[in-house]
């Protein structure tokens, strides 16, 4: 238990650090040129940028990087501060490809597969593997488009330019239930490949949330 909590404190530290590093380099580029490459809107007059993440609505001000969320008054966590302000310096405004590719095949993805897998695949399994129709209610409640892979599929926009594709396949006697998340070959102009492990995480987190309110 000792150590679970070490980990957790070790982890909890690492973020605030890649948080403070992303500030500073935030302060050193150009809004403009951030806001252009990643299709945030950058607000002149407040100087904040206002990004969707998921299904929320995010503020980044600039130069200093502090985020808060839109429309409510609760403290943002400190991994989604970190993707949010990762996904702003690293943005190159590469266009879309239209081809999706698995998690391994994205550059570094191999290092990250067991904590994907983990952390991305493993409660989305249990809360679709027996009813994947179910995958396409939970979607359509967060604004995500039916995708035709597997036995049923939600592309959700994590991001202003990074979509993800959450496949099904439902289980039975004979075979079991199978899951994967596709991205677009362009993710890897978008963010790290550590925090797409955190981003699609997050999505599958919301669809596996608002599964339990379909009841």
């Not at 981003?199 to 599958?204: K, N, P, Q, S």
Request: glycine share 8%; net charge negative.
């Amino acid at each position: 238990m000792q150590t679970d909590k070490t980990n957790s404190q070790h982890l909890q530290n690492g973020y605030q650090l890649a948080y403070e590093k992303a500030c500073t380099s935030l302060a050193a580029k150009t809004p403009a040129e951030m806001a252009a490459n990643s299709g945030a809107t950058f607000d002149e007059t407040q100087n904040v940028f206002l990004i969707k993440y998921i299904n929320e609505e995010y503020m980044v001000s600039y130069p200093d990087g502090e985020v808060t969320f839109a429309n409510r008054q609760d403290s943002v966590p400190v991994p989604v501060k970190v993707v949010l302000l990762h996904y702003l310096l690293a943005a190159t405004g590469q266009p879309l490809s239209g081809q999706w590719i698995s998690f391994k095949e994205i550059p570094g993805g191999m290092i990250y597969l067991q904590p994907f897998n983990g952390r991305v695949l493993g409660a989305f399994k249990a809360f679709f593997g027996k009813d994947a129709k179910r995958l396409l209610s939970a979607g359509e409640q967060v604004g995500g488009r039916p995708a035709k892979f597997g036995d049923a599929a939600v592309t959700l926009d994590i991001l202003p330019r990074v979509p993800v594709t959450y496949v099904i396949w439902q289980g039975d006697e004979e075979f079991p239930t199978n899951a994967t998340a596709l991205f677009d070959a362009s993710a890897q102009y978008y963010l790290p490949t550590e925090d797409l492990v955190v981003a699609a995480a997050a999505g599958t987190s919301l669809l596996n949330k608002i599964s339990r309110t379909l009841d």
